[in-house]
């Protein structure tokens, strides 16, 4: 699998009128334990481990943002996975969610895309809100086109999109370098074998009907699968497709959080304990992420932007 490269001391802004830049910084990711989803966790299963040897000497990001996600945090995750091919042992996949993208551009994508594509990800999913007005997504789609035109992936940039983005958003984002699965699902070939991505509605809850979860195919045998949906609490229904991981946005862990990250408006159903981060829950591994851009507020407060990273390791 690609190594990911050390990277200079970056910098990472956003907003047409900032021109002072920021630190773009790594955070170690912190393990997290065991959660379960309505009292269900299986026996057995395995802790969070992170890869510390990559992390050390790094800060965290800013507890405090404002118009702009100063202090981007890189946060990095091993997932064991059973049964996992032996040619898929070390696969590290990039999330990136929630840039709620408006009608500019600015340096800090520059320097977003810049990191992304230094760390030679193998996979690159997306997971929701591109852009931020959910009326007009007109003005914001030549600069989502730039952005995901420019990351680079050996395995593909695959998504879904988000309660901002309207359906209509779709159309405008072909053959921009973003494959969208929305309600669809596809089998990405890495080193000889396959991985199965299955992307659920997230532009309106009630659009994951058992109609749309009937419609996908059989696990294969042999076949990581990998869920990618905007709402985590989504994984209440989508728990009987197995998936072996299940990546997820829309919370921005909180936004404005208390100290130690506790979050006080999640915008989901499932426990605030489950608002962020990684998890072993409904048999599955959840990752929620944290996001880059705002939405309301232009702030952030004990709640800093992230990219999240997870290998994935034979269990």
């Known amino acids: 699998m690609a190594a990911g490269r050390n990277l200079r001391p970056g910098y990472y802004t956003q907003g047409p009128r900032r021109s002072k830049p920021f630190p773009l910084v790594e955070q170690p990711a912190r393990a997290m334990d065991a959660q379960e989803i309505e009292l269900r966790v299986p026996a057995g299963s395995a802790a969070v481990r992170l890869d510390n040897a990559r992390q050390a000497g790094r800060s965290r990001g800013r507890w405090f943002q404002y118009g702009i996600p100063c202090g981007l945090e890189w946060n990095r995750y091993l997932l064991p996975v059973a049964g996992l091919p032996q040619q898929l042992d070390g696969l590290r996949i990039a999330q990136i969610s929630d840039l709620h993208l408006r009608d500019y551009w600015c340096d800090a994508l520059d320097e977003l895309i810049h990191r992304v594509n230094c760390e030679r990800p193998d996979l690159i999913v997306m997971t929701g809100d591109f852009v931020d007005d959910k009326r007009n997504h007109l003005p914001a789609v030549p600069f989502v086109r730039r952005l995901v035109g420019q990351l680079q992936a050996r395995c593909g940039c695959f998504g879904t999109l988000g309660n901002h983005d309207r359906y209509s958003l779709g159309p405008r984002l072909e053959g921009s370098g973003v494959t969208l699965l929305d309600g669809r699902s596809t089998i990405v070939r890495a080193d000889g074998v396959e991985l199965e991505l299955l992307g659920l509605p997230g532009v309106e809850r009630k659009d994951l009907t058992r109609q749309v979860l009937d419609s996908f195919p059989p696990r294969r045998l042999g076949t990581p699968r990998l869920i990618l949906s905007h ?32 979050p006080i408006i999640r915008h989901d159903s499932l426990p605030r304990r489950l608002c962020r981060g990684v998890h072993r829950a409904a048999g599955t591994w959840l990752v929620i992420s944290r996001g880059i851009g705002f939405t309301g507020l232009p702030l952030r407060i004990f709640c800093p932007a992230e990219i999240i990273e997870v290998t994935l390791m034979r269990a």
């Not at 497709?241 to 404005?256: C, E, K």
Request: aromatic letters at 12%.
């Open 231 to 262: 709402f985590p609490d989504h994984i209440r229904k989508a728990g009987a497709l197995q998936p072996d991981v299940y990546f997820a946005g829309h919370t921005h862990g909180g936004q404005i959080c208390l100290p130690g990250g506790f």
